[in-house]
């Protein structure tokens, strides 16, 4: 609405896609040549539809300081080849550990020292449960598909790689170094530190703001969601990085999902709709700086001028813990840009391992 007000040469008409019907739409519309002119993707899309030849080049059509402004690894996660076919939106870590402070109270624990490794995840749980019954312990993706997108830095941070070499070549799955992480989560369902079914999908935060989770891995969506639904927990809600296997915060516990917007391959307005691009995205600090104000600095903005305004705005107090956000990516990983095929394998093996299995 603000692009519209503020040009008569061009405006832009935006439609939303339910997530579940994107796929189908988008192939359907690129087969008839009437894609969208631009459109949102993840970060780990980009290089794949670049490749394919489904986006075009927008290096030209955007400010060269532009460019410079974004963080390196951003800007390389939309460069294929030497051009860039998105500019990014937004970033946020993808497994942080939200706990409730007066249940670990109630359970003997310290609210300010909350686990670190695996081993004192487990145990936090069976303390919790021991002190409330009716409470879950912990929660965290429990199925095959959300286990094959949530692991991926764990599957990282305790490996030292992911499970496909890098030029794509090689398996490296069977490594037994993964064994850890397949064992991580069969003891958190046999010791019954996680329930038998999940009370909600992963990206969902509710139960822990109802009282019925004392602690949860989750997005930093989900301090959003507590932050605008649940305002009377916030003084008694922890986060804090993921645990990893050992302790050590150097690993990578977390992974970079987020949002860019590219222009379709086919588009005969390429030059206008990356303008467009560089006008929400790219120029004028305002405008994307309001949306990071607007959803209450629980996102991280990839661009270095933006970044700094959001981190000296007092503003940011509306989120306790933007700080632990800031300092829970530095160890994060981008997602990685394979074929699903290779995620969901993994995420098929651990929900295996997790029920018991070999």
């Avoid at 060269?64 to 870590?93: H, I, K, M, N």
């Avoid at 990071?292 to 503003?315: G, H, M, N, Q, Y």
């Amino acid at each position: 609405d603000a692009f519209n007000a503020a040009h008569d040469d061009v405006q832009i008409q935006l439609t939303v896609v339910p997530g579940d019907a994107w796929e189908q739409k988008m192939k359907a519309a690129q087969a008839a040549g009437n894609a969208p002119d631009m459109y949102t993707m993840n970060y780990s899309a980009v290089p794949m539809k670049a490749r394919n030849g489904e986006l075009a080049p927008i290096t030209s059509y955007i400010e060269q300081s532009a460019w410079d402004d974004l963080e390196p690894r951003f800007l390389d996660a939309v460069t294929v080849d030497g051009e860039q076919y998105a500019y990014p939106l937004l970033y946020e870590p993808s497994a942080l550990l939200l706990y409730r402070t007066d249940m670990f109270e109630a359970a003997g624990l310290d609210p300010a020292n909350p686990p670190k490794d695996w081993a004192g995840l487990i145990d936090a749980g069976l303390a919790l449960k021991e002190a409330n019954p009716d409470v879950v312990p912990f929660q965290i993706a429990q199925n095959a598909v959300e286990l094959s997108w949530t692991t991926w830095a764990s599957q990282n941070g305790t490996a030292g790689h992911l499970p496909i070499s890098d030029d794509w070549s090689t398996s490296e799955a069977s490594d037994p170094a993964y064994t850890p992480l397949f064992q991580f989560y069969q003891d958190l369902y046999a010791k019954g530190v996680i329930a038998k079914q999940p009370l909600s999908p992963y990206g969902d935060a509710a139960p822990l703001g109802e009282g019925k989770l004392a602690m949860m891995a989750n997005g930093s969506w989900g301090i959003s969601l507590l932050l605008n639904s649940y305002p009377d927990v916030i003084d008694k809600l922890g986060v804090a990085a993921m645990p990893t296997i050992d302790g050590d915060t150097s690993r990578s516990s977390a992974t970079l999902g987020g949002w860019t917007i590219g222009v379709d391959a086919k588009s005969k307005k390429a030059e206008l709709a990356a303008s467009a691009i560089s006008w929400l995205l790219a120029e004028d600090t305002t405008v994307p700086k309001q949306y990071f104000i607007d959803t209450k600095f629980t996102k991280l903005s990839p661009r270095l001028s933006v970044a700094a305004e959001l981190a000296e705005d007092p503003a940011k107090s509306v989120n306790p813990f933007y700080d632990v956000l800031v300092e829970s990516t530095k160890s994060a990983i981008l997602e990685p840009t394979y074929d699903w095929q290779v995620s969901l394998a993994m995420g098929t093996a651990l929900e295996k391992a997790m029920l018991g299995g070999d």
